[in-house]
């Protein structure tokens, strides 16, 4: 949405615009790396062109207003700037107001208050991380608002750890580091490869060819806060825990490289827990694997990862379920596809596909109608470009 739209929306809540400033964070699209970033891992995420527009202005009560178009049954959410607590009536609003508890909390004066309106325009709840879009919205206009200096790459990381901490101490979700840093750092044309234990990054040209993403909506909306995502987080600490108690020197389990775990697999008591935990140690190592392939334009190898990616997560982190699986599956049918993988949490949410762009029609008419035909509803498509990390518009 342009900085104009976001303007009109402002003056239709708030009454008058002046004054008020806009700003734009993507949604992104995780390439391969999934469930390693909270254990210690690798991944290969791009922001999207698609994402969340919010338009801001101060107030000098203390009090923050906030809207969303996409949540108007809500209506305006008032509360103030301090003593801010998780309201479950508030719905989309508590990722904001958790923004400005985790800024305040960590020294940063956002005291005079605010109003801000939001919109969208990418499918909230399909694993593209509309959350993570909607905290770093709030966080680079509070940055531009309030001045605080959460610019330069330094200042967007520092904003993206913030953001986590919203997820894990106000929301309730143990989510790791990858959806904020691709959402606050990403750079158009370029996938993010990101060592979540050290924070080592760089940008890997997504030089796909005459191939292009399509993502594939199930349509099966989920909440992490709903779904089984910090019981899988529990199961591999559980398998962690064992290994280190029968010798293996590691703080995290992707610190294993797949001939390690081998080795130290049998000290996991719980055979469900020793799954989630080969997923883990496994999907890093294919990440590795496919940024290398990625960047020697090796296509064929970086599919074929993505779908060893699923099927790993299928089998043994069972994170993906009939809808999801029933994507994959079709879209491994088609000559024109490459490779195809959920992507983000899973649960419900999106499959990528890396499709050639003569075939796009035919794979979109063919995925649509046997999942219709299969599942029952419908799926949607969105062919997003790659695009630039959160911004003043
Ligand atoms: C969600 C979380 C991320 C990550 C993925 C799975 O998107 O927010 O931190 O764990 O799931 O890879």
Same mark, same amino acid.
């Given at each position: 949405?342009?900085?104009?739209?976001?303007?009109?929306?402002?003056?239709?809540?708030?009454?008058?615009?002046?004054?008020?400033?806009?700003?734009?964070?993507?949604?992104?699209?995780?390439?391969?790396?999934?469930?390693?970033?909270?254990?210690?891992?690798?991944?290969?995420?791009?922001?999207?062109? !698609?994402?969340?527009? %919010?338009?801001?202005?101060? #107030?000098?009560?203390?009090? =923050?207003? *906030?809207?969303? /178009?996409?949540?108007?049954?809500?209506?305006?959410?008032?509360?103030?700037?301090?003593?801010?607590?998780?309201?479950?009536?508030?719905?989309?609003?508590?990722?904001?107001?958790?923004?400005?508890?985790?800024?305040?909390?960590?020294?940063?004066?956002?005291?005079?208050?605010?109003?801000?309106?939001?919109?969208?325009?990418?499918?909230?709840?399909?694993?593209?991380?509309?959350?993570?879009?909607?905290?770093?919205?709030?966080?680079?206009?509070?940055?531009?608002?309030?001045?605080?200096?959460?610019?330069?790459?330094?200042?967007?990381?520092?904003?993206?750890?913030?953001?986590?901490?919203?997820?894990?101490?106000?929301?309730?979700?143990?989510?790791?580091? !990858?959806?904020?840093? %691709?959402?606050?750092?990403? #750079?158009?044309?370029?996938? =993010?490869? *990101?060592?979540? /234990?050290?924070?080592?990054?760089?940008?890997?040209?997504?030089?796909?060819?005459?191939?292009?993403?399509?993502?594939?909506?199930?349509?099966?909306?989920?909440?992490?806060?709903?779904?089984?995502?910090?019981?899988?987080?529990?199961?591999?600490?559980?398998?962690?825990?064992?290994?280190?108690?029968?010798?293996?020197?590691?703080?995290?389990?992707?610190?294993?490289?797949?001939?390690?775990?081998?080795?130290?697999?049998?000290?996991?008591?719980?055979?469900?827990?020793?799954?989630?935990?080969?997923?883990?140690?496994?999907?890093?190592?294919?990440?590795?694997?496919?940024?290398?392939?990625?960047?020697?334009?090796?296509?064929?190898?970086?599919?074929?990862?993505?779908?060893?990616?699923?099927?790993?997560?299928?089998?043994?982190?069972?994170?993906?379920?009939?809808?999801?699986?029933?994507?994959?599956?079709?879209?491994?049918?088609?000559?024109?596809?490459?490779?195809?993988?959920?992507?983000?949490?899973?649960?419900?949410?999106?499959?990528?596909?890396?499709?050639?762009?003569?075939?796009?029609?035919?794979?979109?008419?063919?995925?649509?109608?046997?999942?219709?035909?299969?599942?029952?509803?419908?799926?949607?498509?969105?062919?997003?470009?790659?695009?630039?990390?959160?911004?003043?518009?």
């Amino acid at each position: 949405m342009s900085r104009s739209k976001s303007t009109a929306l402002f003056e239709r809540v708030f009454g008058d615009s002046s004054g008020c400033d806009a700003f734009f964070a993507p949604g992104r699209v995780n390439l391969i790396g999934e469930h390693t970033d909270y254990n210690g891992g690798h991944v290969l995420p791009c922001a999207l062109t !698609m994402g969340t527009c %919010a338009a801001v202005r101060r #107030r000098d009560d203390g009090q =923050l207003r *906030l809207y969303s /178009a996409d949540f108007p049954d809500i209506g305006v959410v008032s509360c103030p700037v301090s003593g801010i607590l998780n309201d479950p009536a508030h719905g989309w609003a508590n990722y904001p107001k958790g923004v400005v508890k985790v800024l305040r909390d960590d020294g940063l004066p956002v005291d005079s208050g605010f109003e801000m309106v939001v919109s969208g325009d990418m499918p909230v709840g399909a694993g593209l991380s509309s959350s993570a879009s909607l905290e770093m919205v709030t966080a680079v206009a509070l940055s531009g608002l309030f001045s605080l200096g959460l610019e330069g790459d330094e200042g967007r990381a520092r904003m993206a750890a913030l953001g986590q901490r919203v997820e894990n101490s106000f929301i309730g979700v143990n989510s790791g580091i !990858m959806d904020q840093f %691709a959402v606050a750092l990403g #750079r158009a044309g370029s996938a =993010l490869f *990101l060592d979540c /234990a050290t924070l080592e990054r760089r940008f890997i040209p997504l030089n796909l060819g005459e191939h292009e993403i399509i993502l594939v909506n199930s349509n099966k909306r989920r909440t992490l806060a709903e779904s089984n995502y910090n019981l899988r987080r529990d199961e591999c600490e559980r398998a962690l825990a064992d290994m280190r108690r029968a010798g293996a020197s590691a703080s995290s389990l992707c610190d294993l490289t797949p001939e390690e775990f081998g080795r130290w697999s049998d000290a996991i008591s719980d055979p469900v827990c020793r799954r989630r935990a080969r997923h883990a140690v496994l999907e890093n190592a294919r990440v590795l694997d496919a940024a290398s392939a990625l960047e020697a334009g090796r296509l064929d190898l970086f599919g074929k990862l993505l779908n060893e990616s699923h099927l790993s997560l299928q089998l043994d982190y069972e994170s993906t379920g009939r809808e999801l699986d029933c994507i994959a599956e079709l879209a491994w049918q088609r000559e024109e596809c490459l490779g195809a993988r959920v992507t983000g949490a899973g649960f419900g949410g999106c499959v990528l596909a890396i499709v050639h762009r003569d075939g796009a029609e035919g794979f979109m008419r063919f995925t649509g109608e046997r999942y219709r035909r299969y599942i029952g509803h419908d799926c949607s498509f969105f062919r997003s470009e790659s695009g630039d990390g959160a911004r003043r518009v």
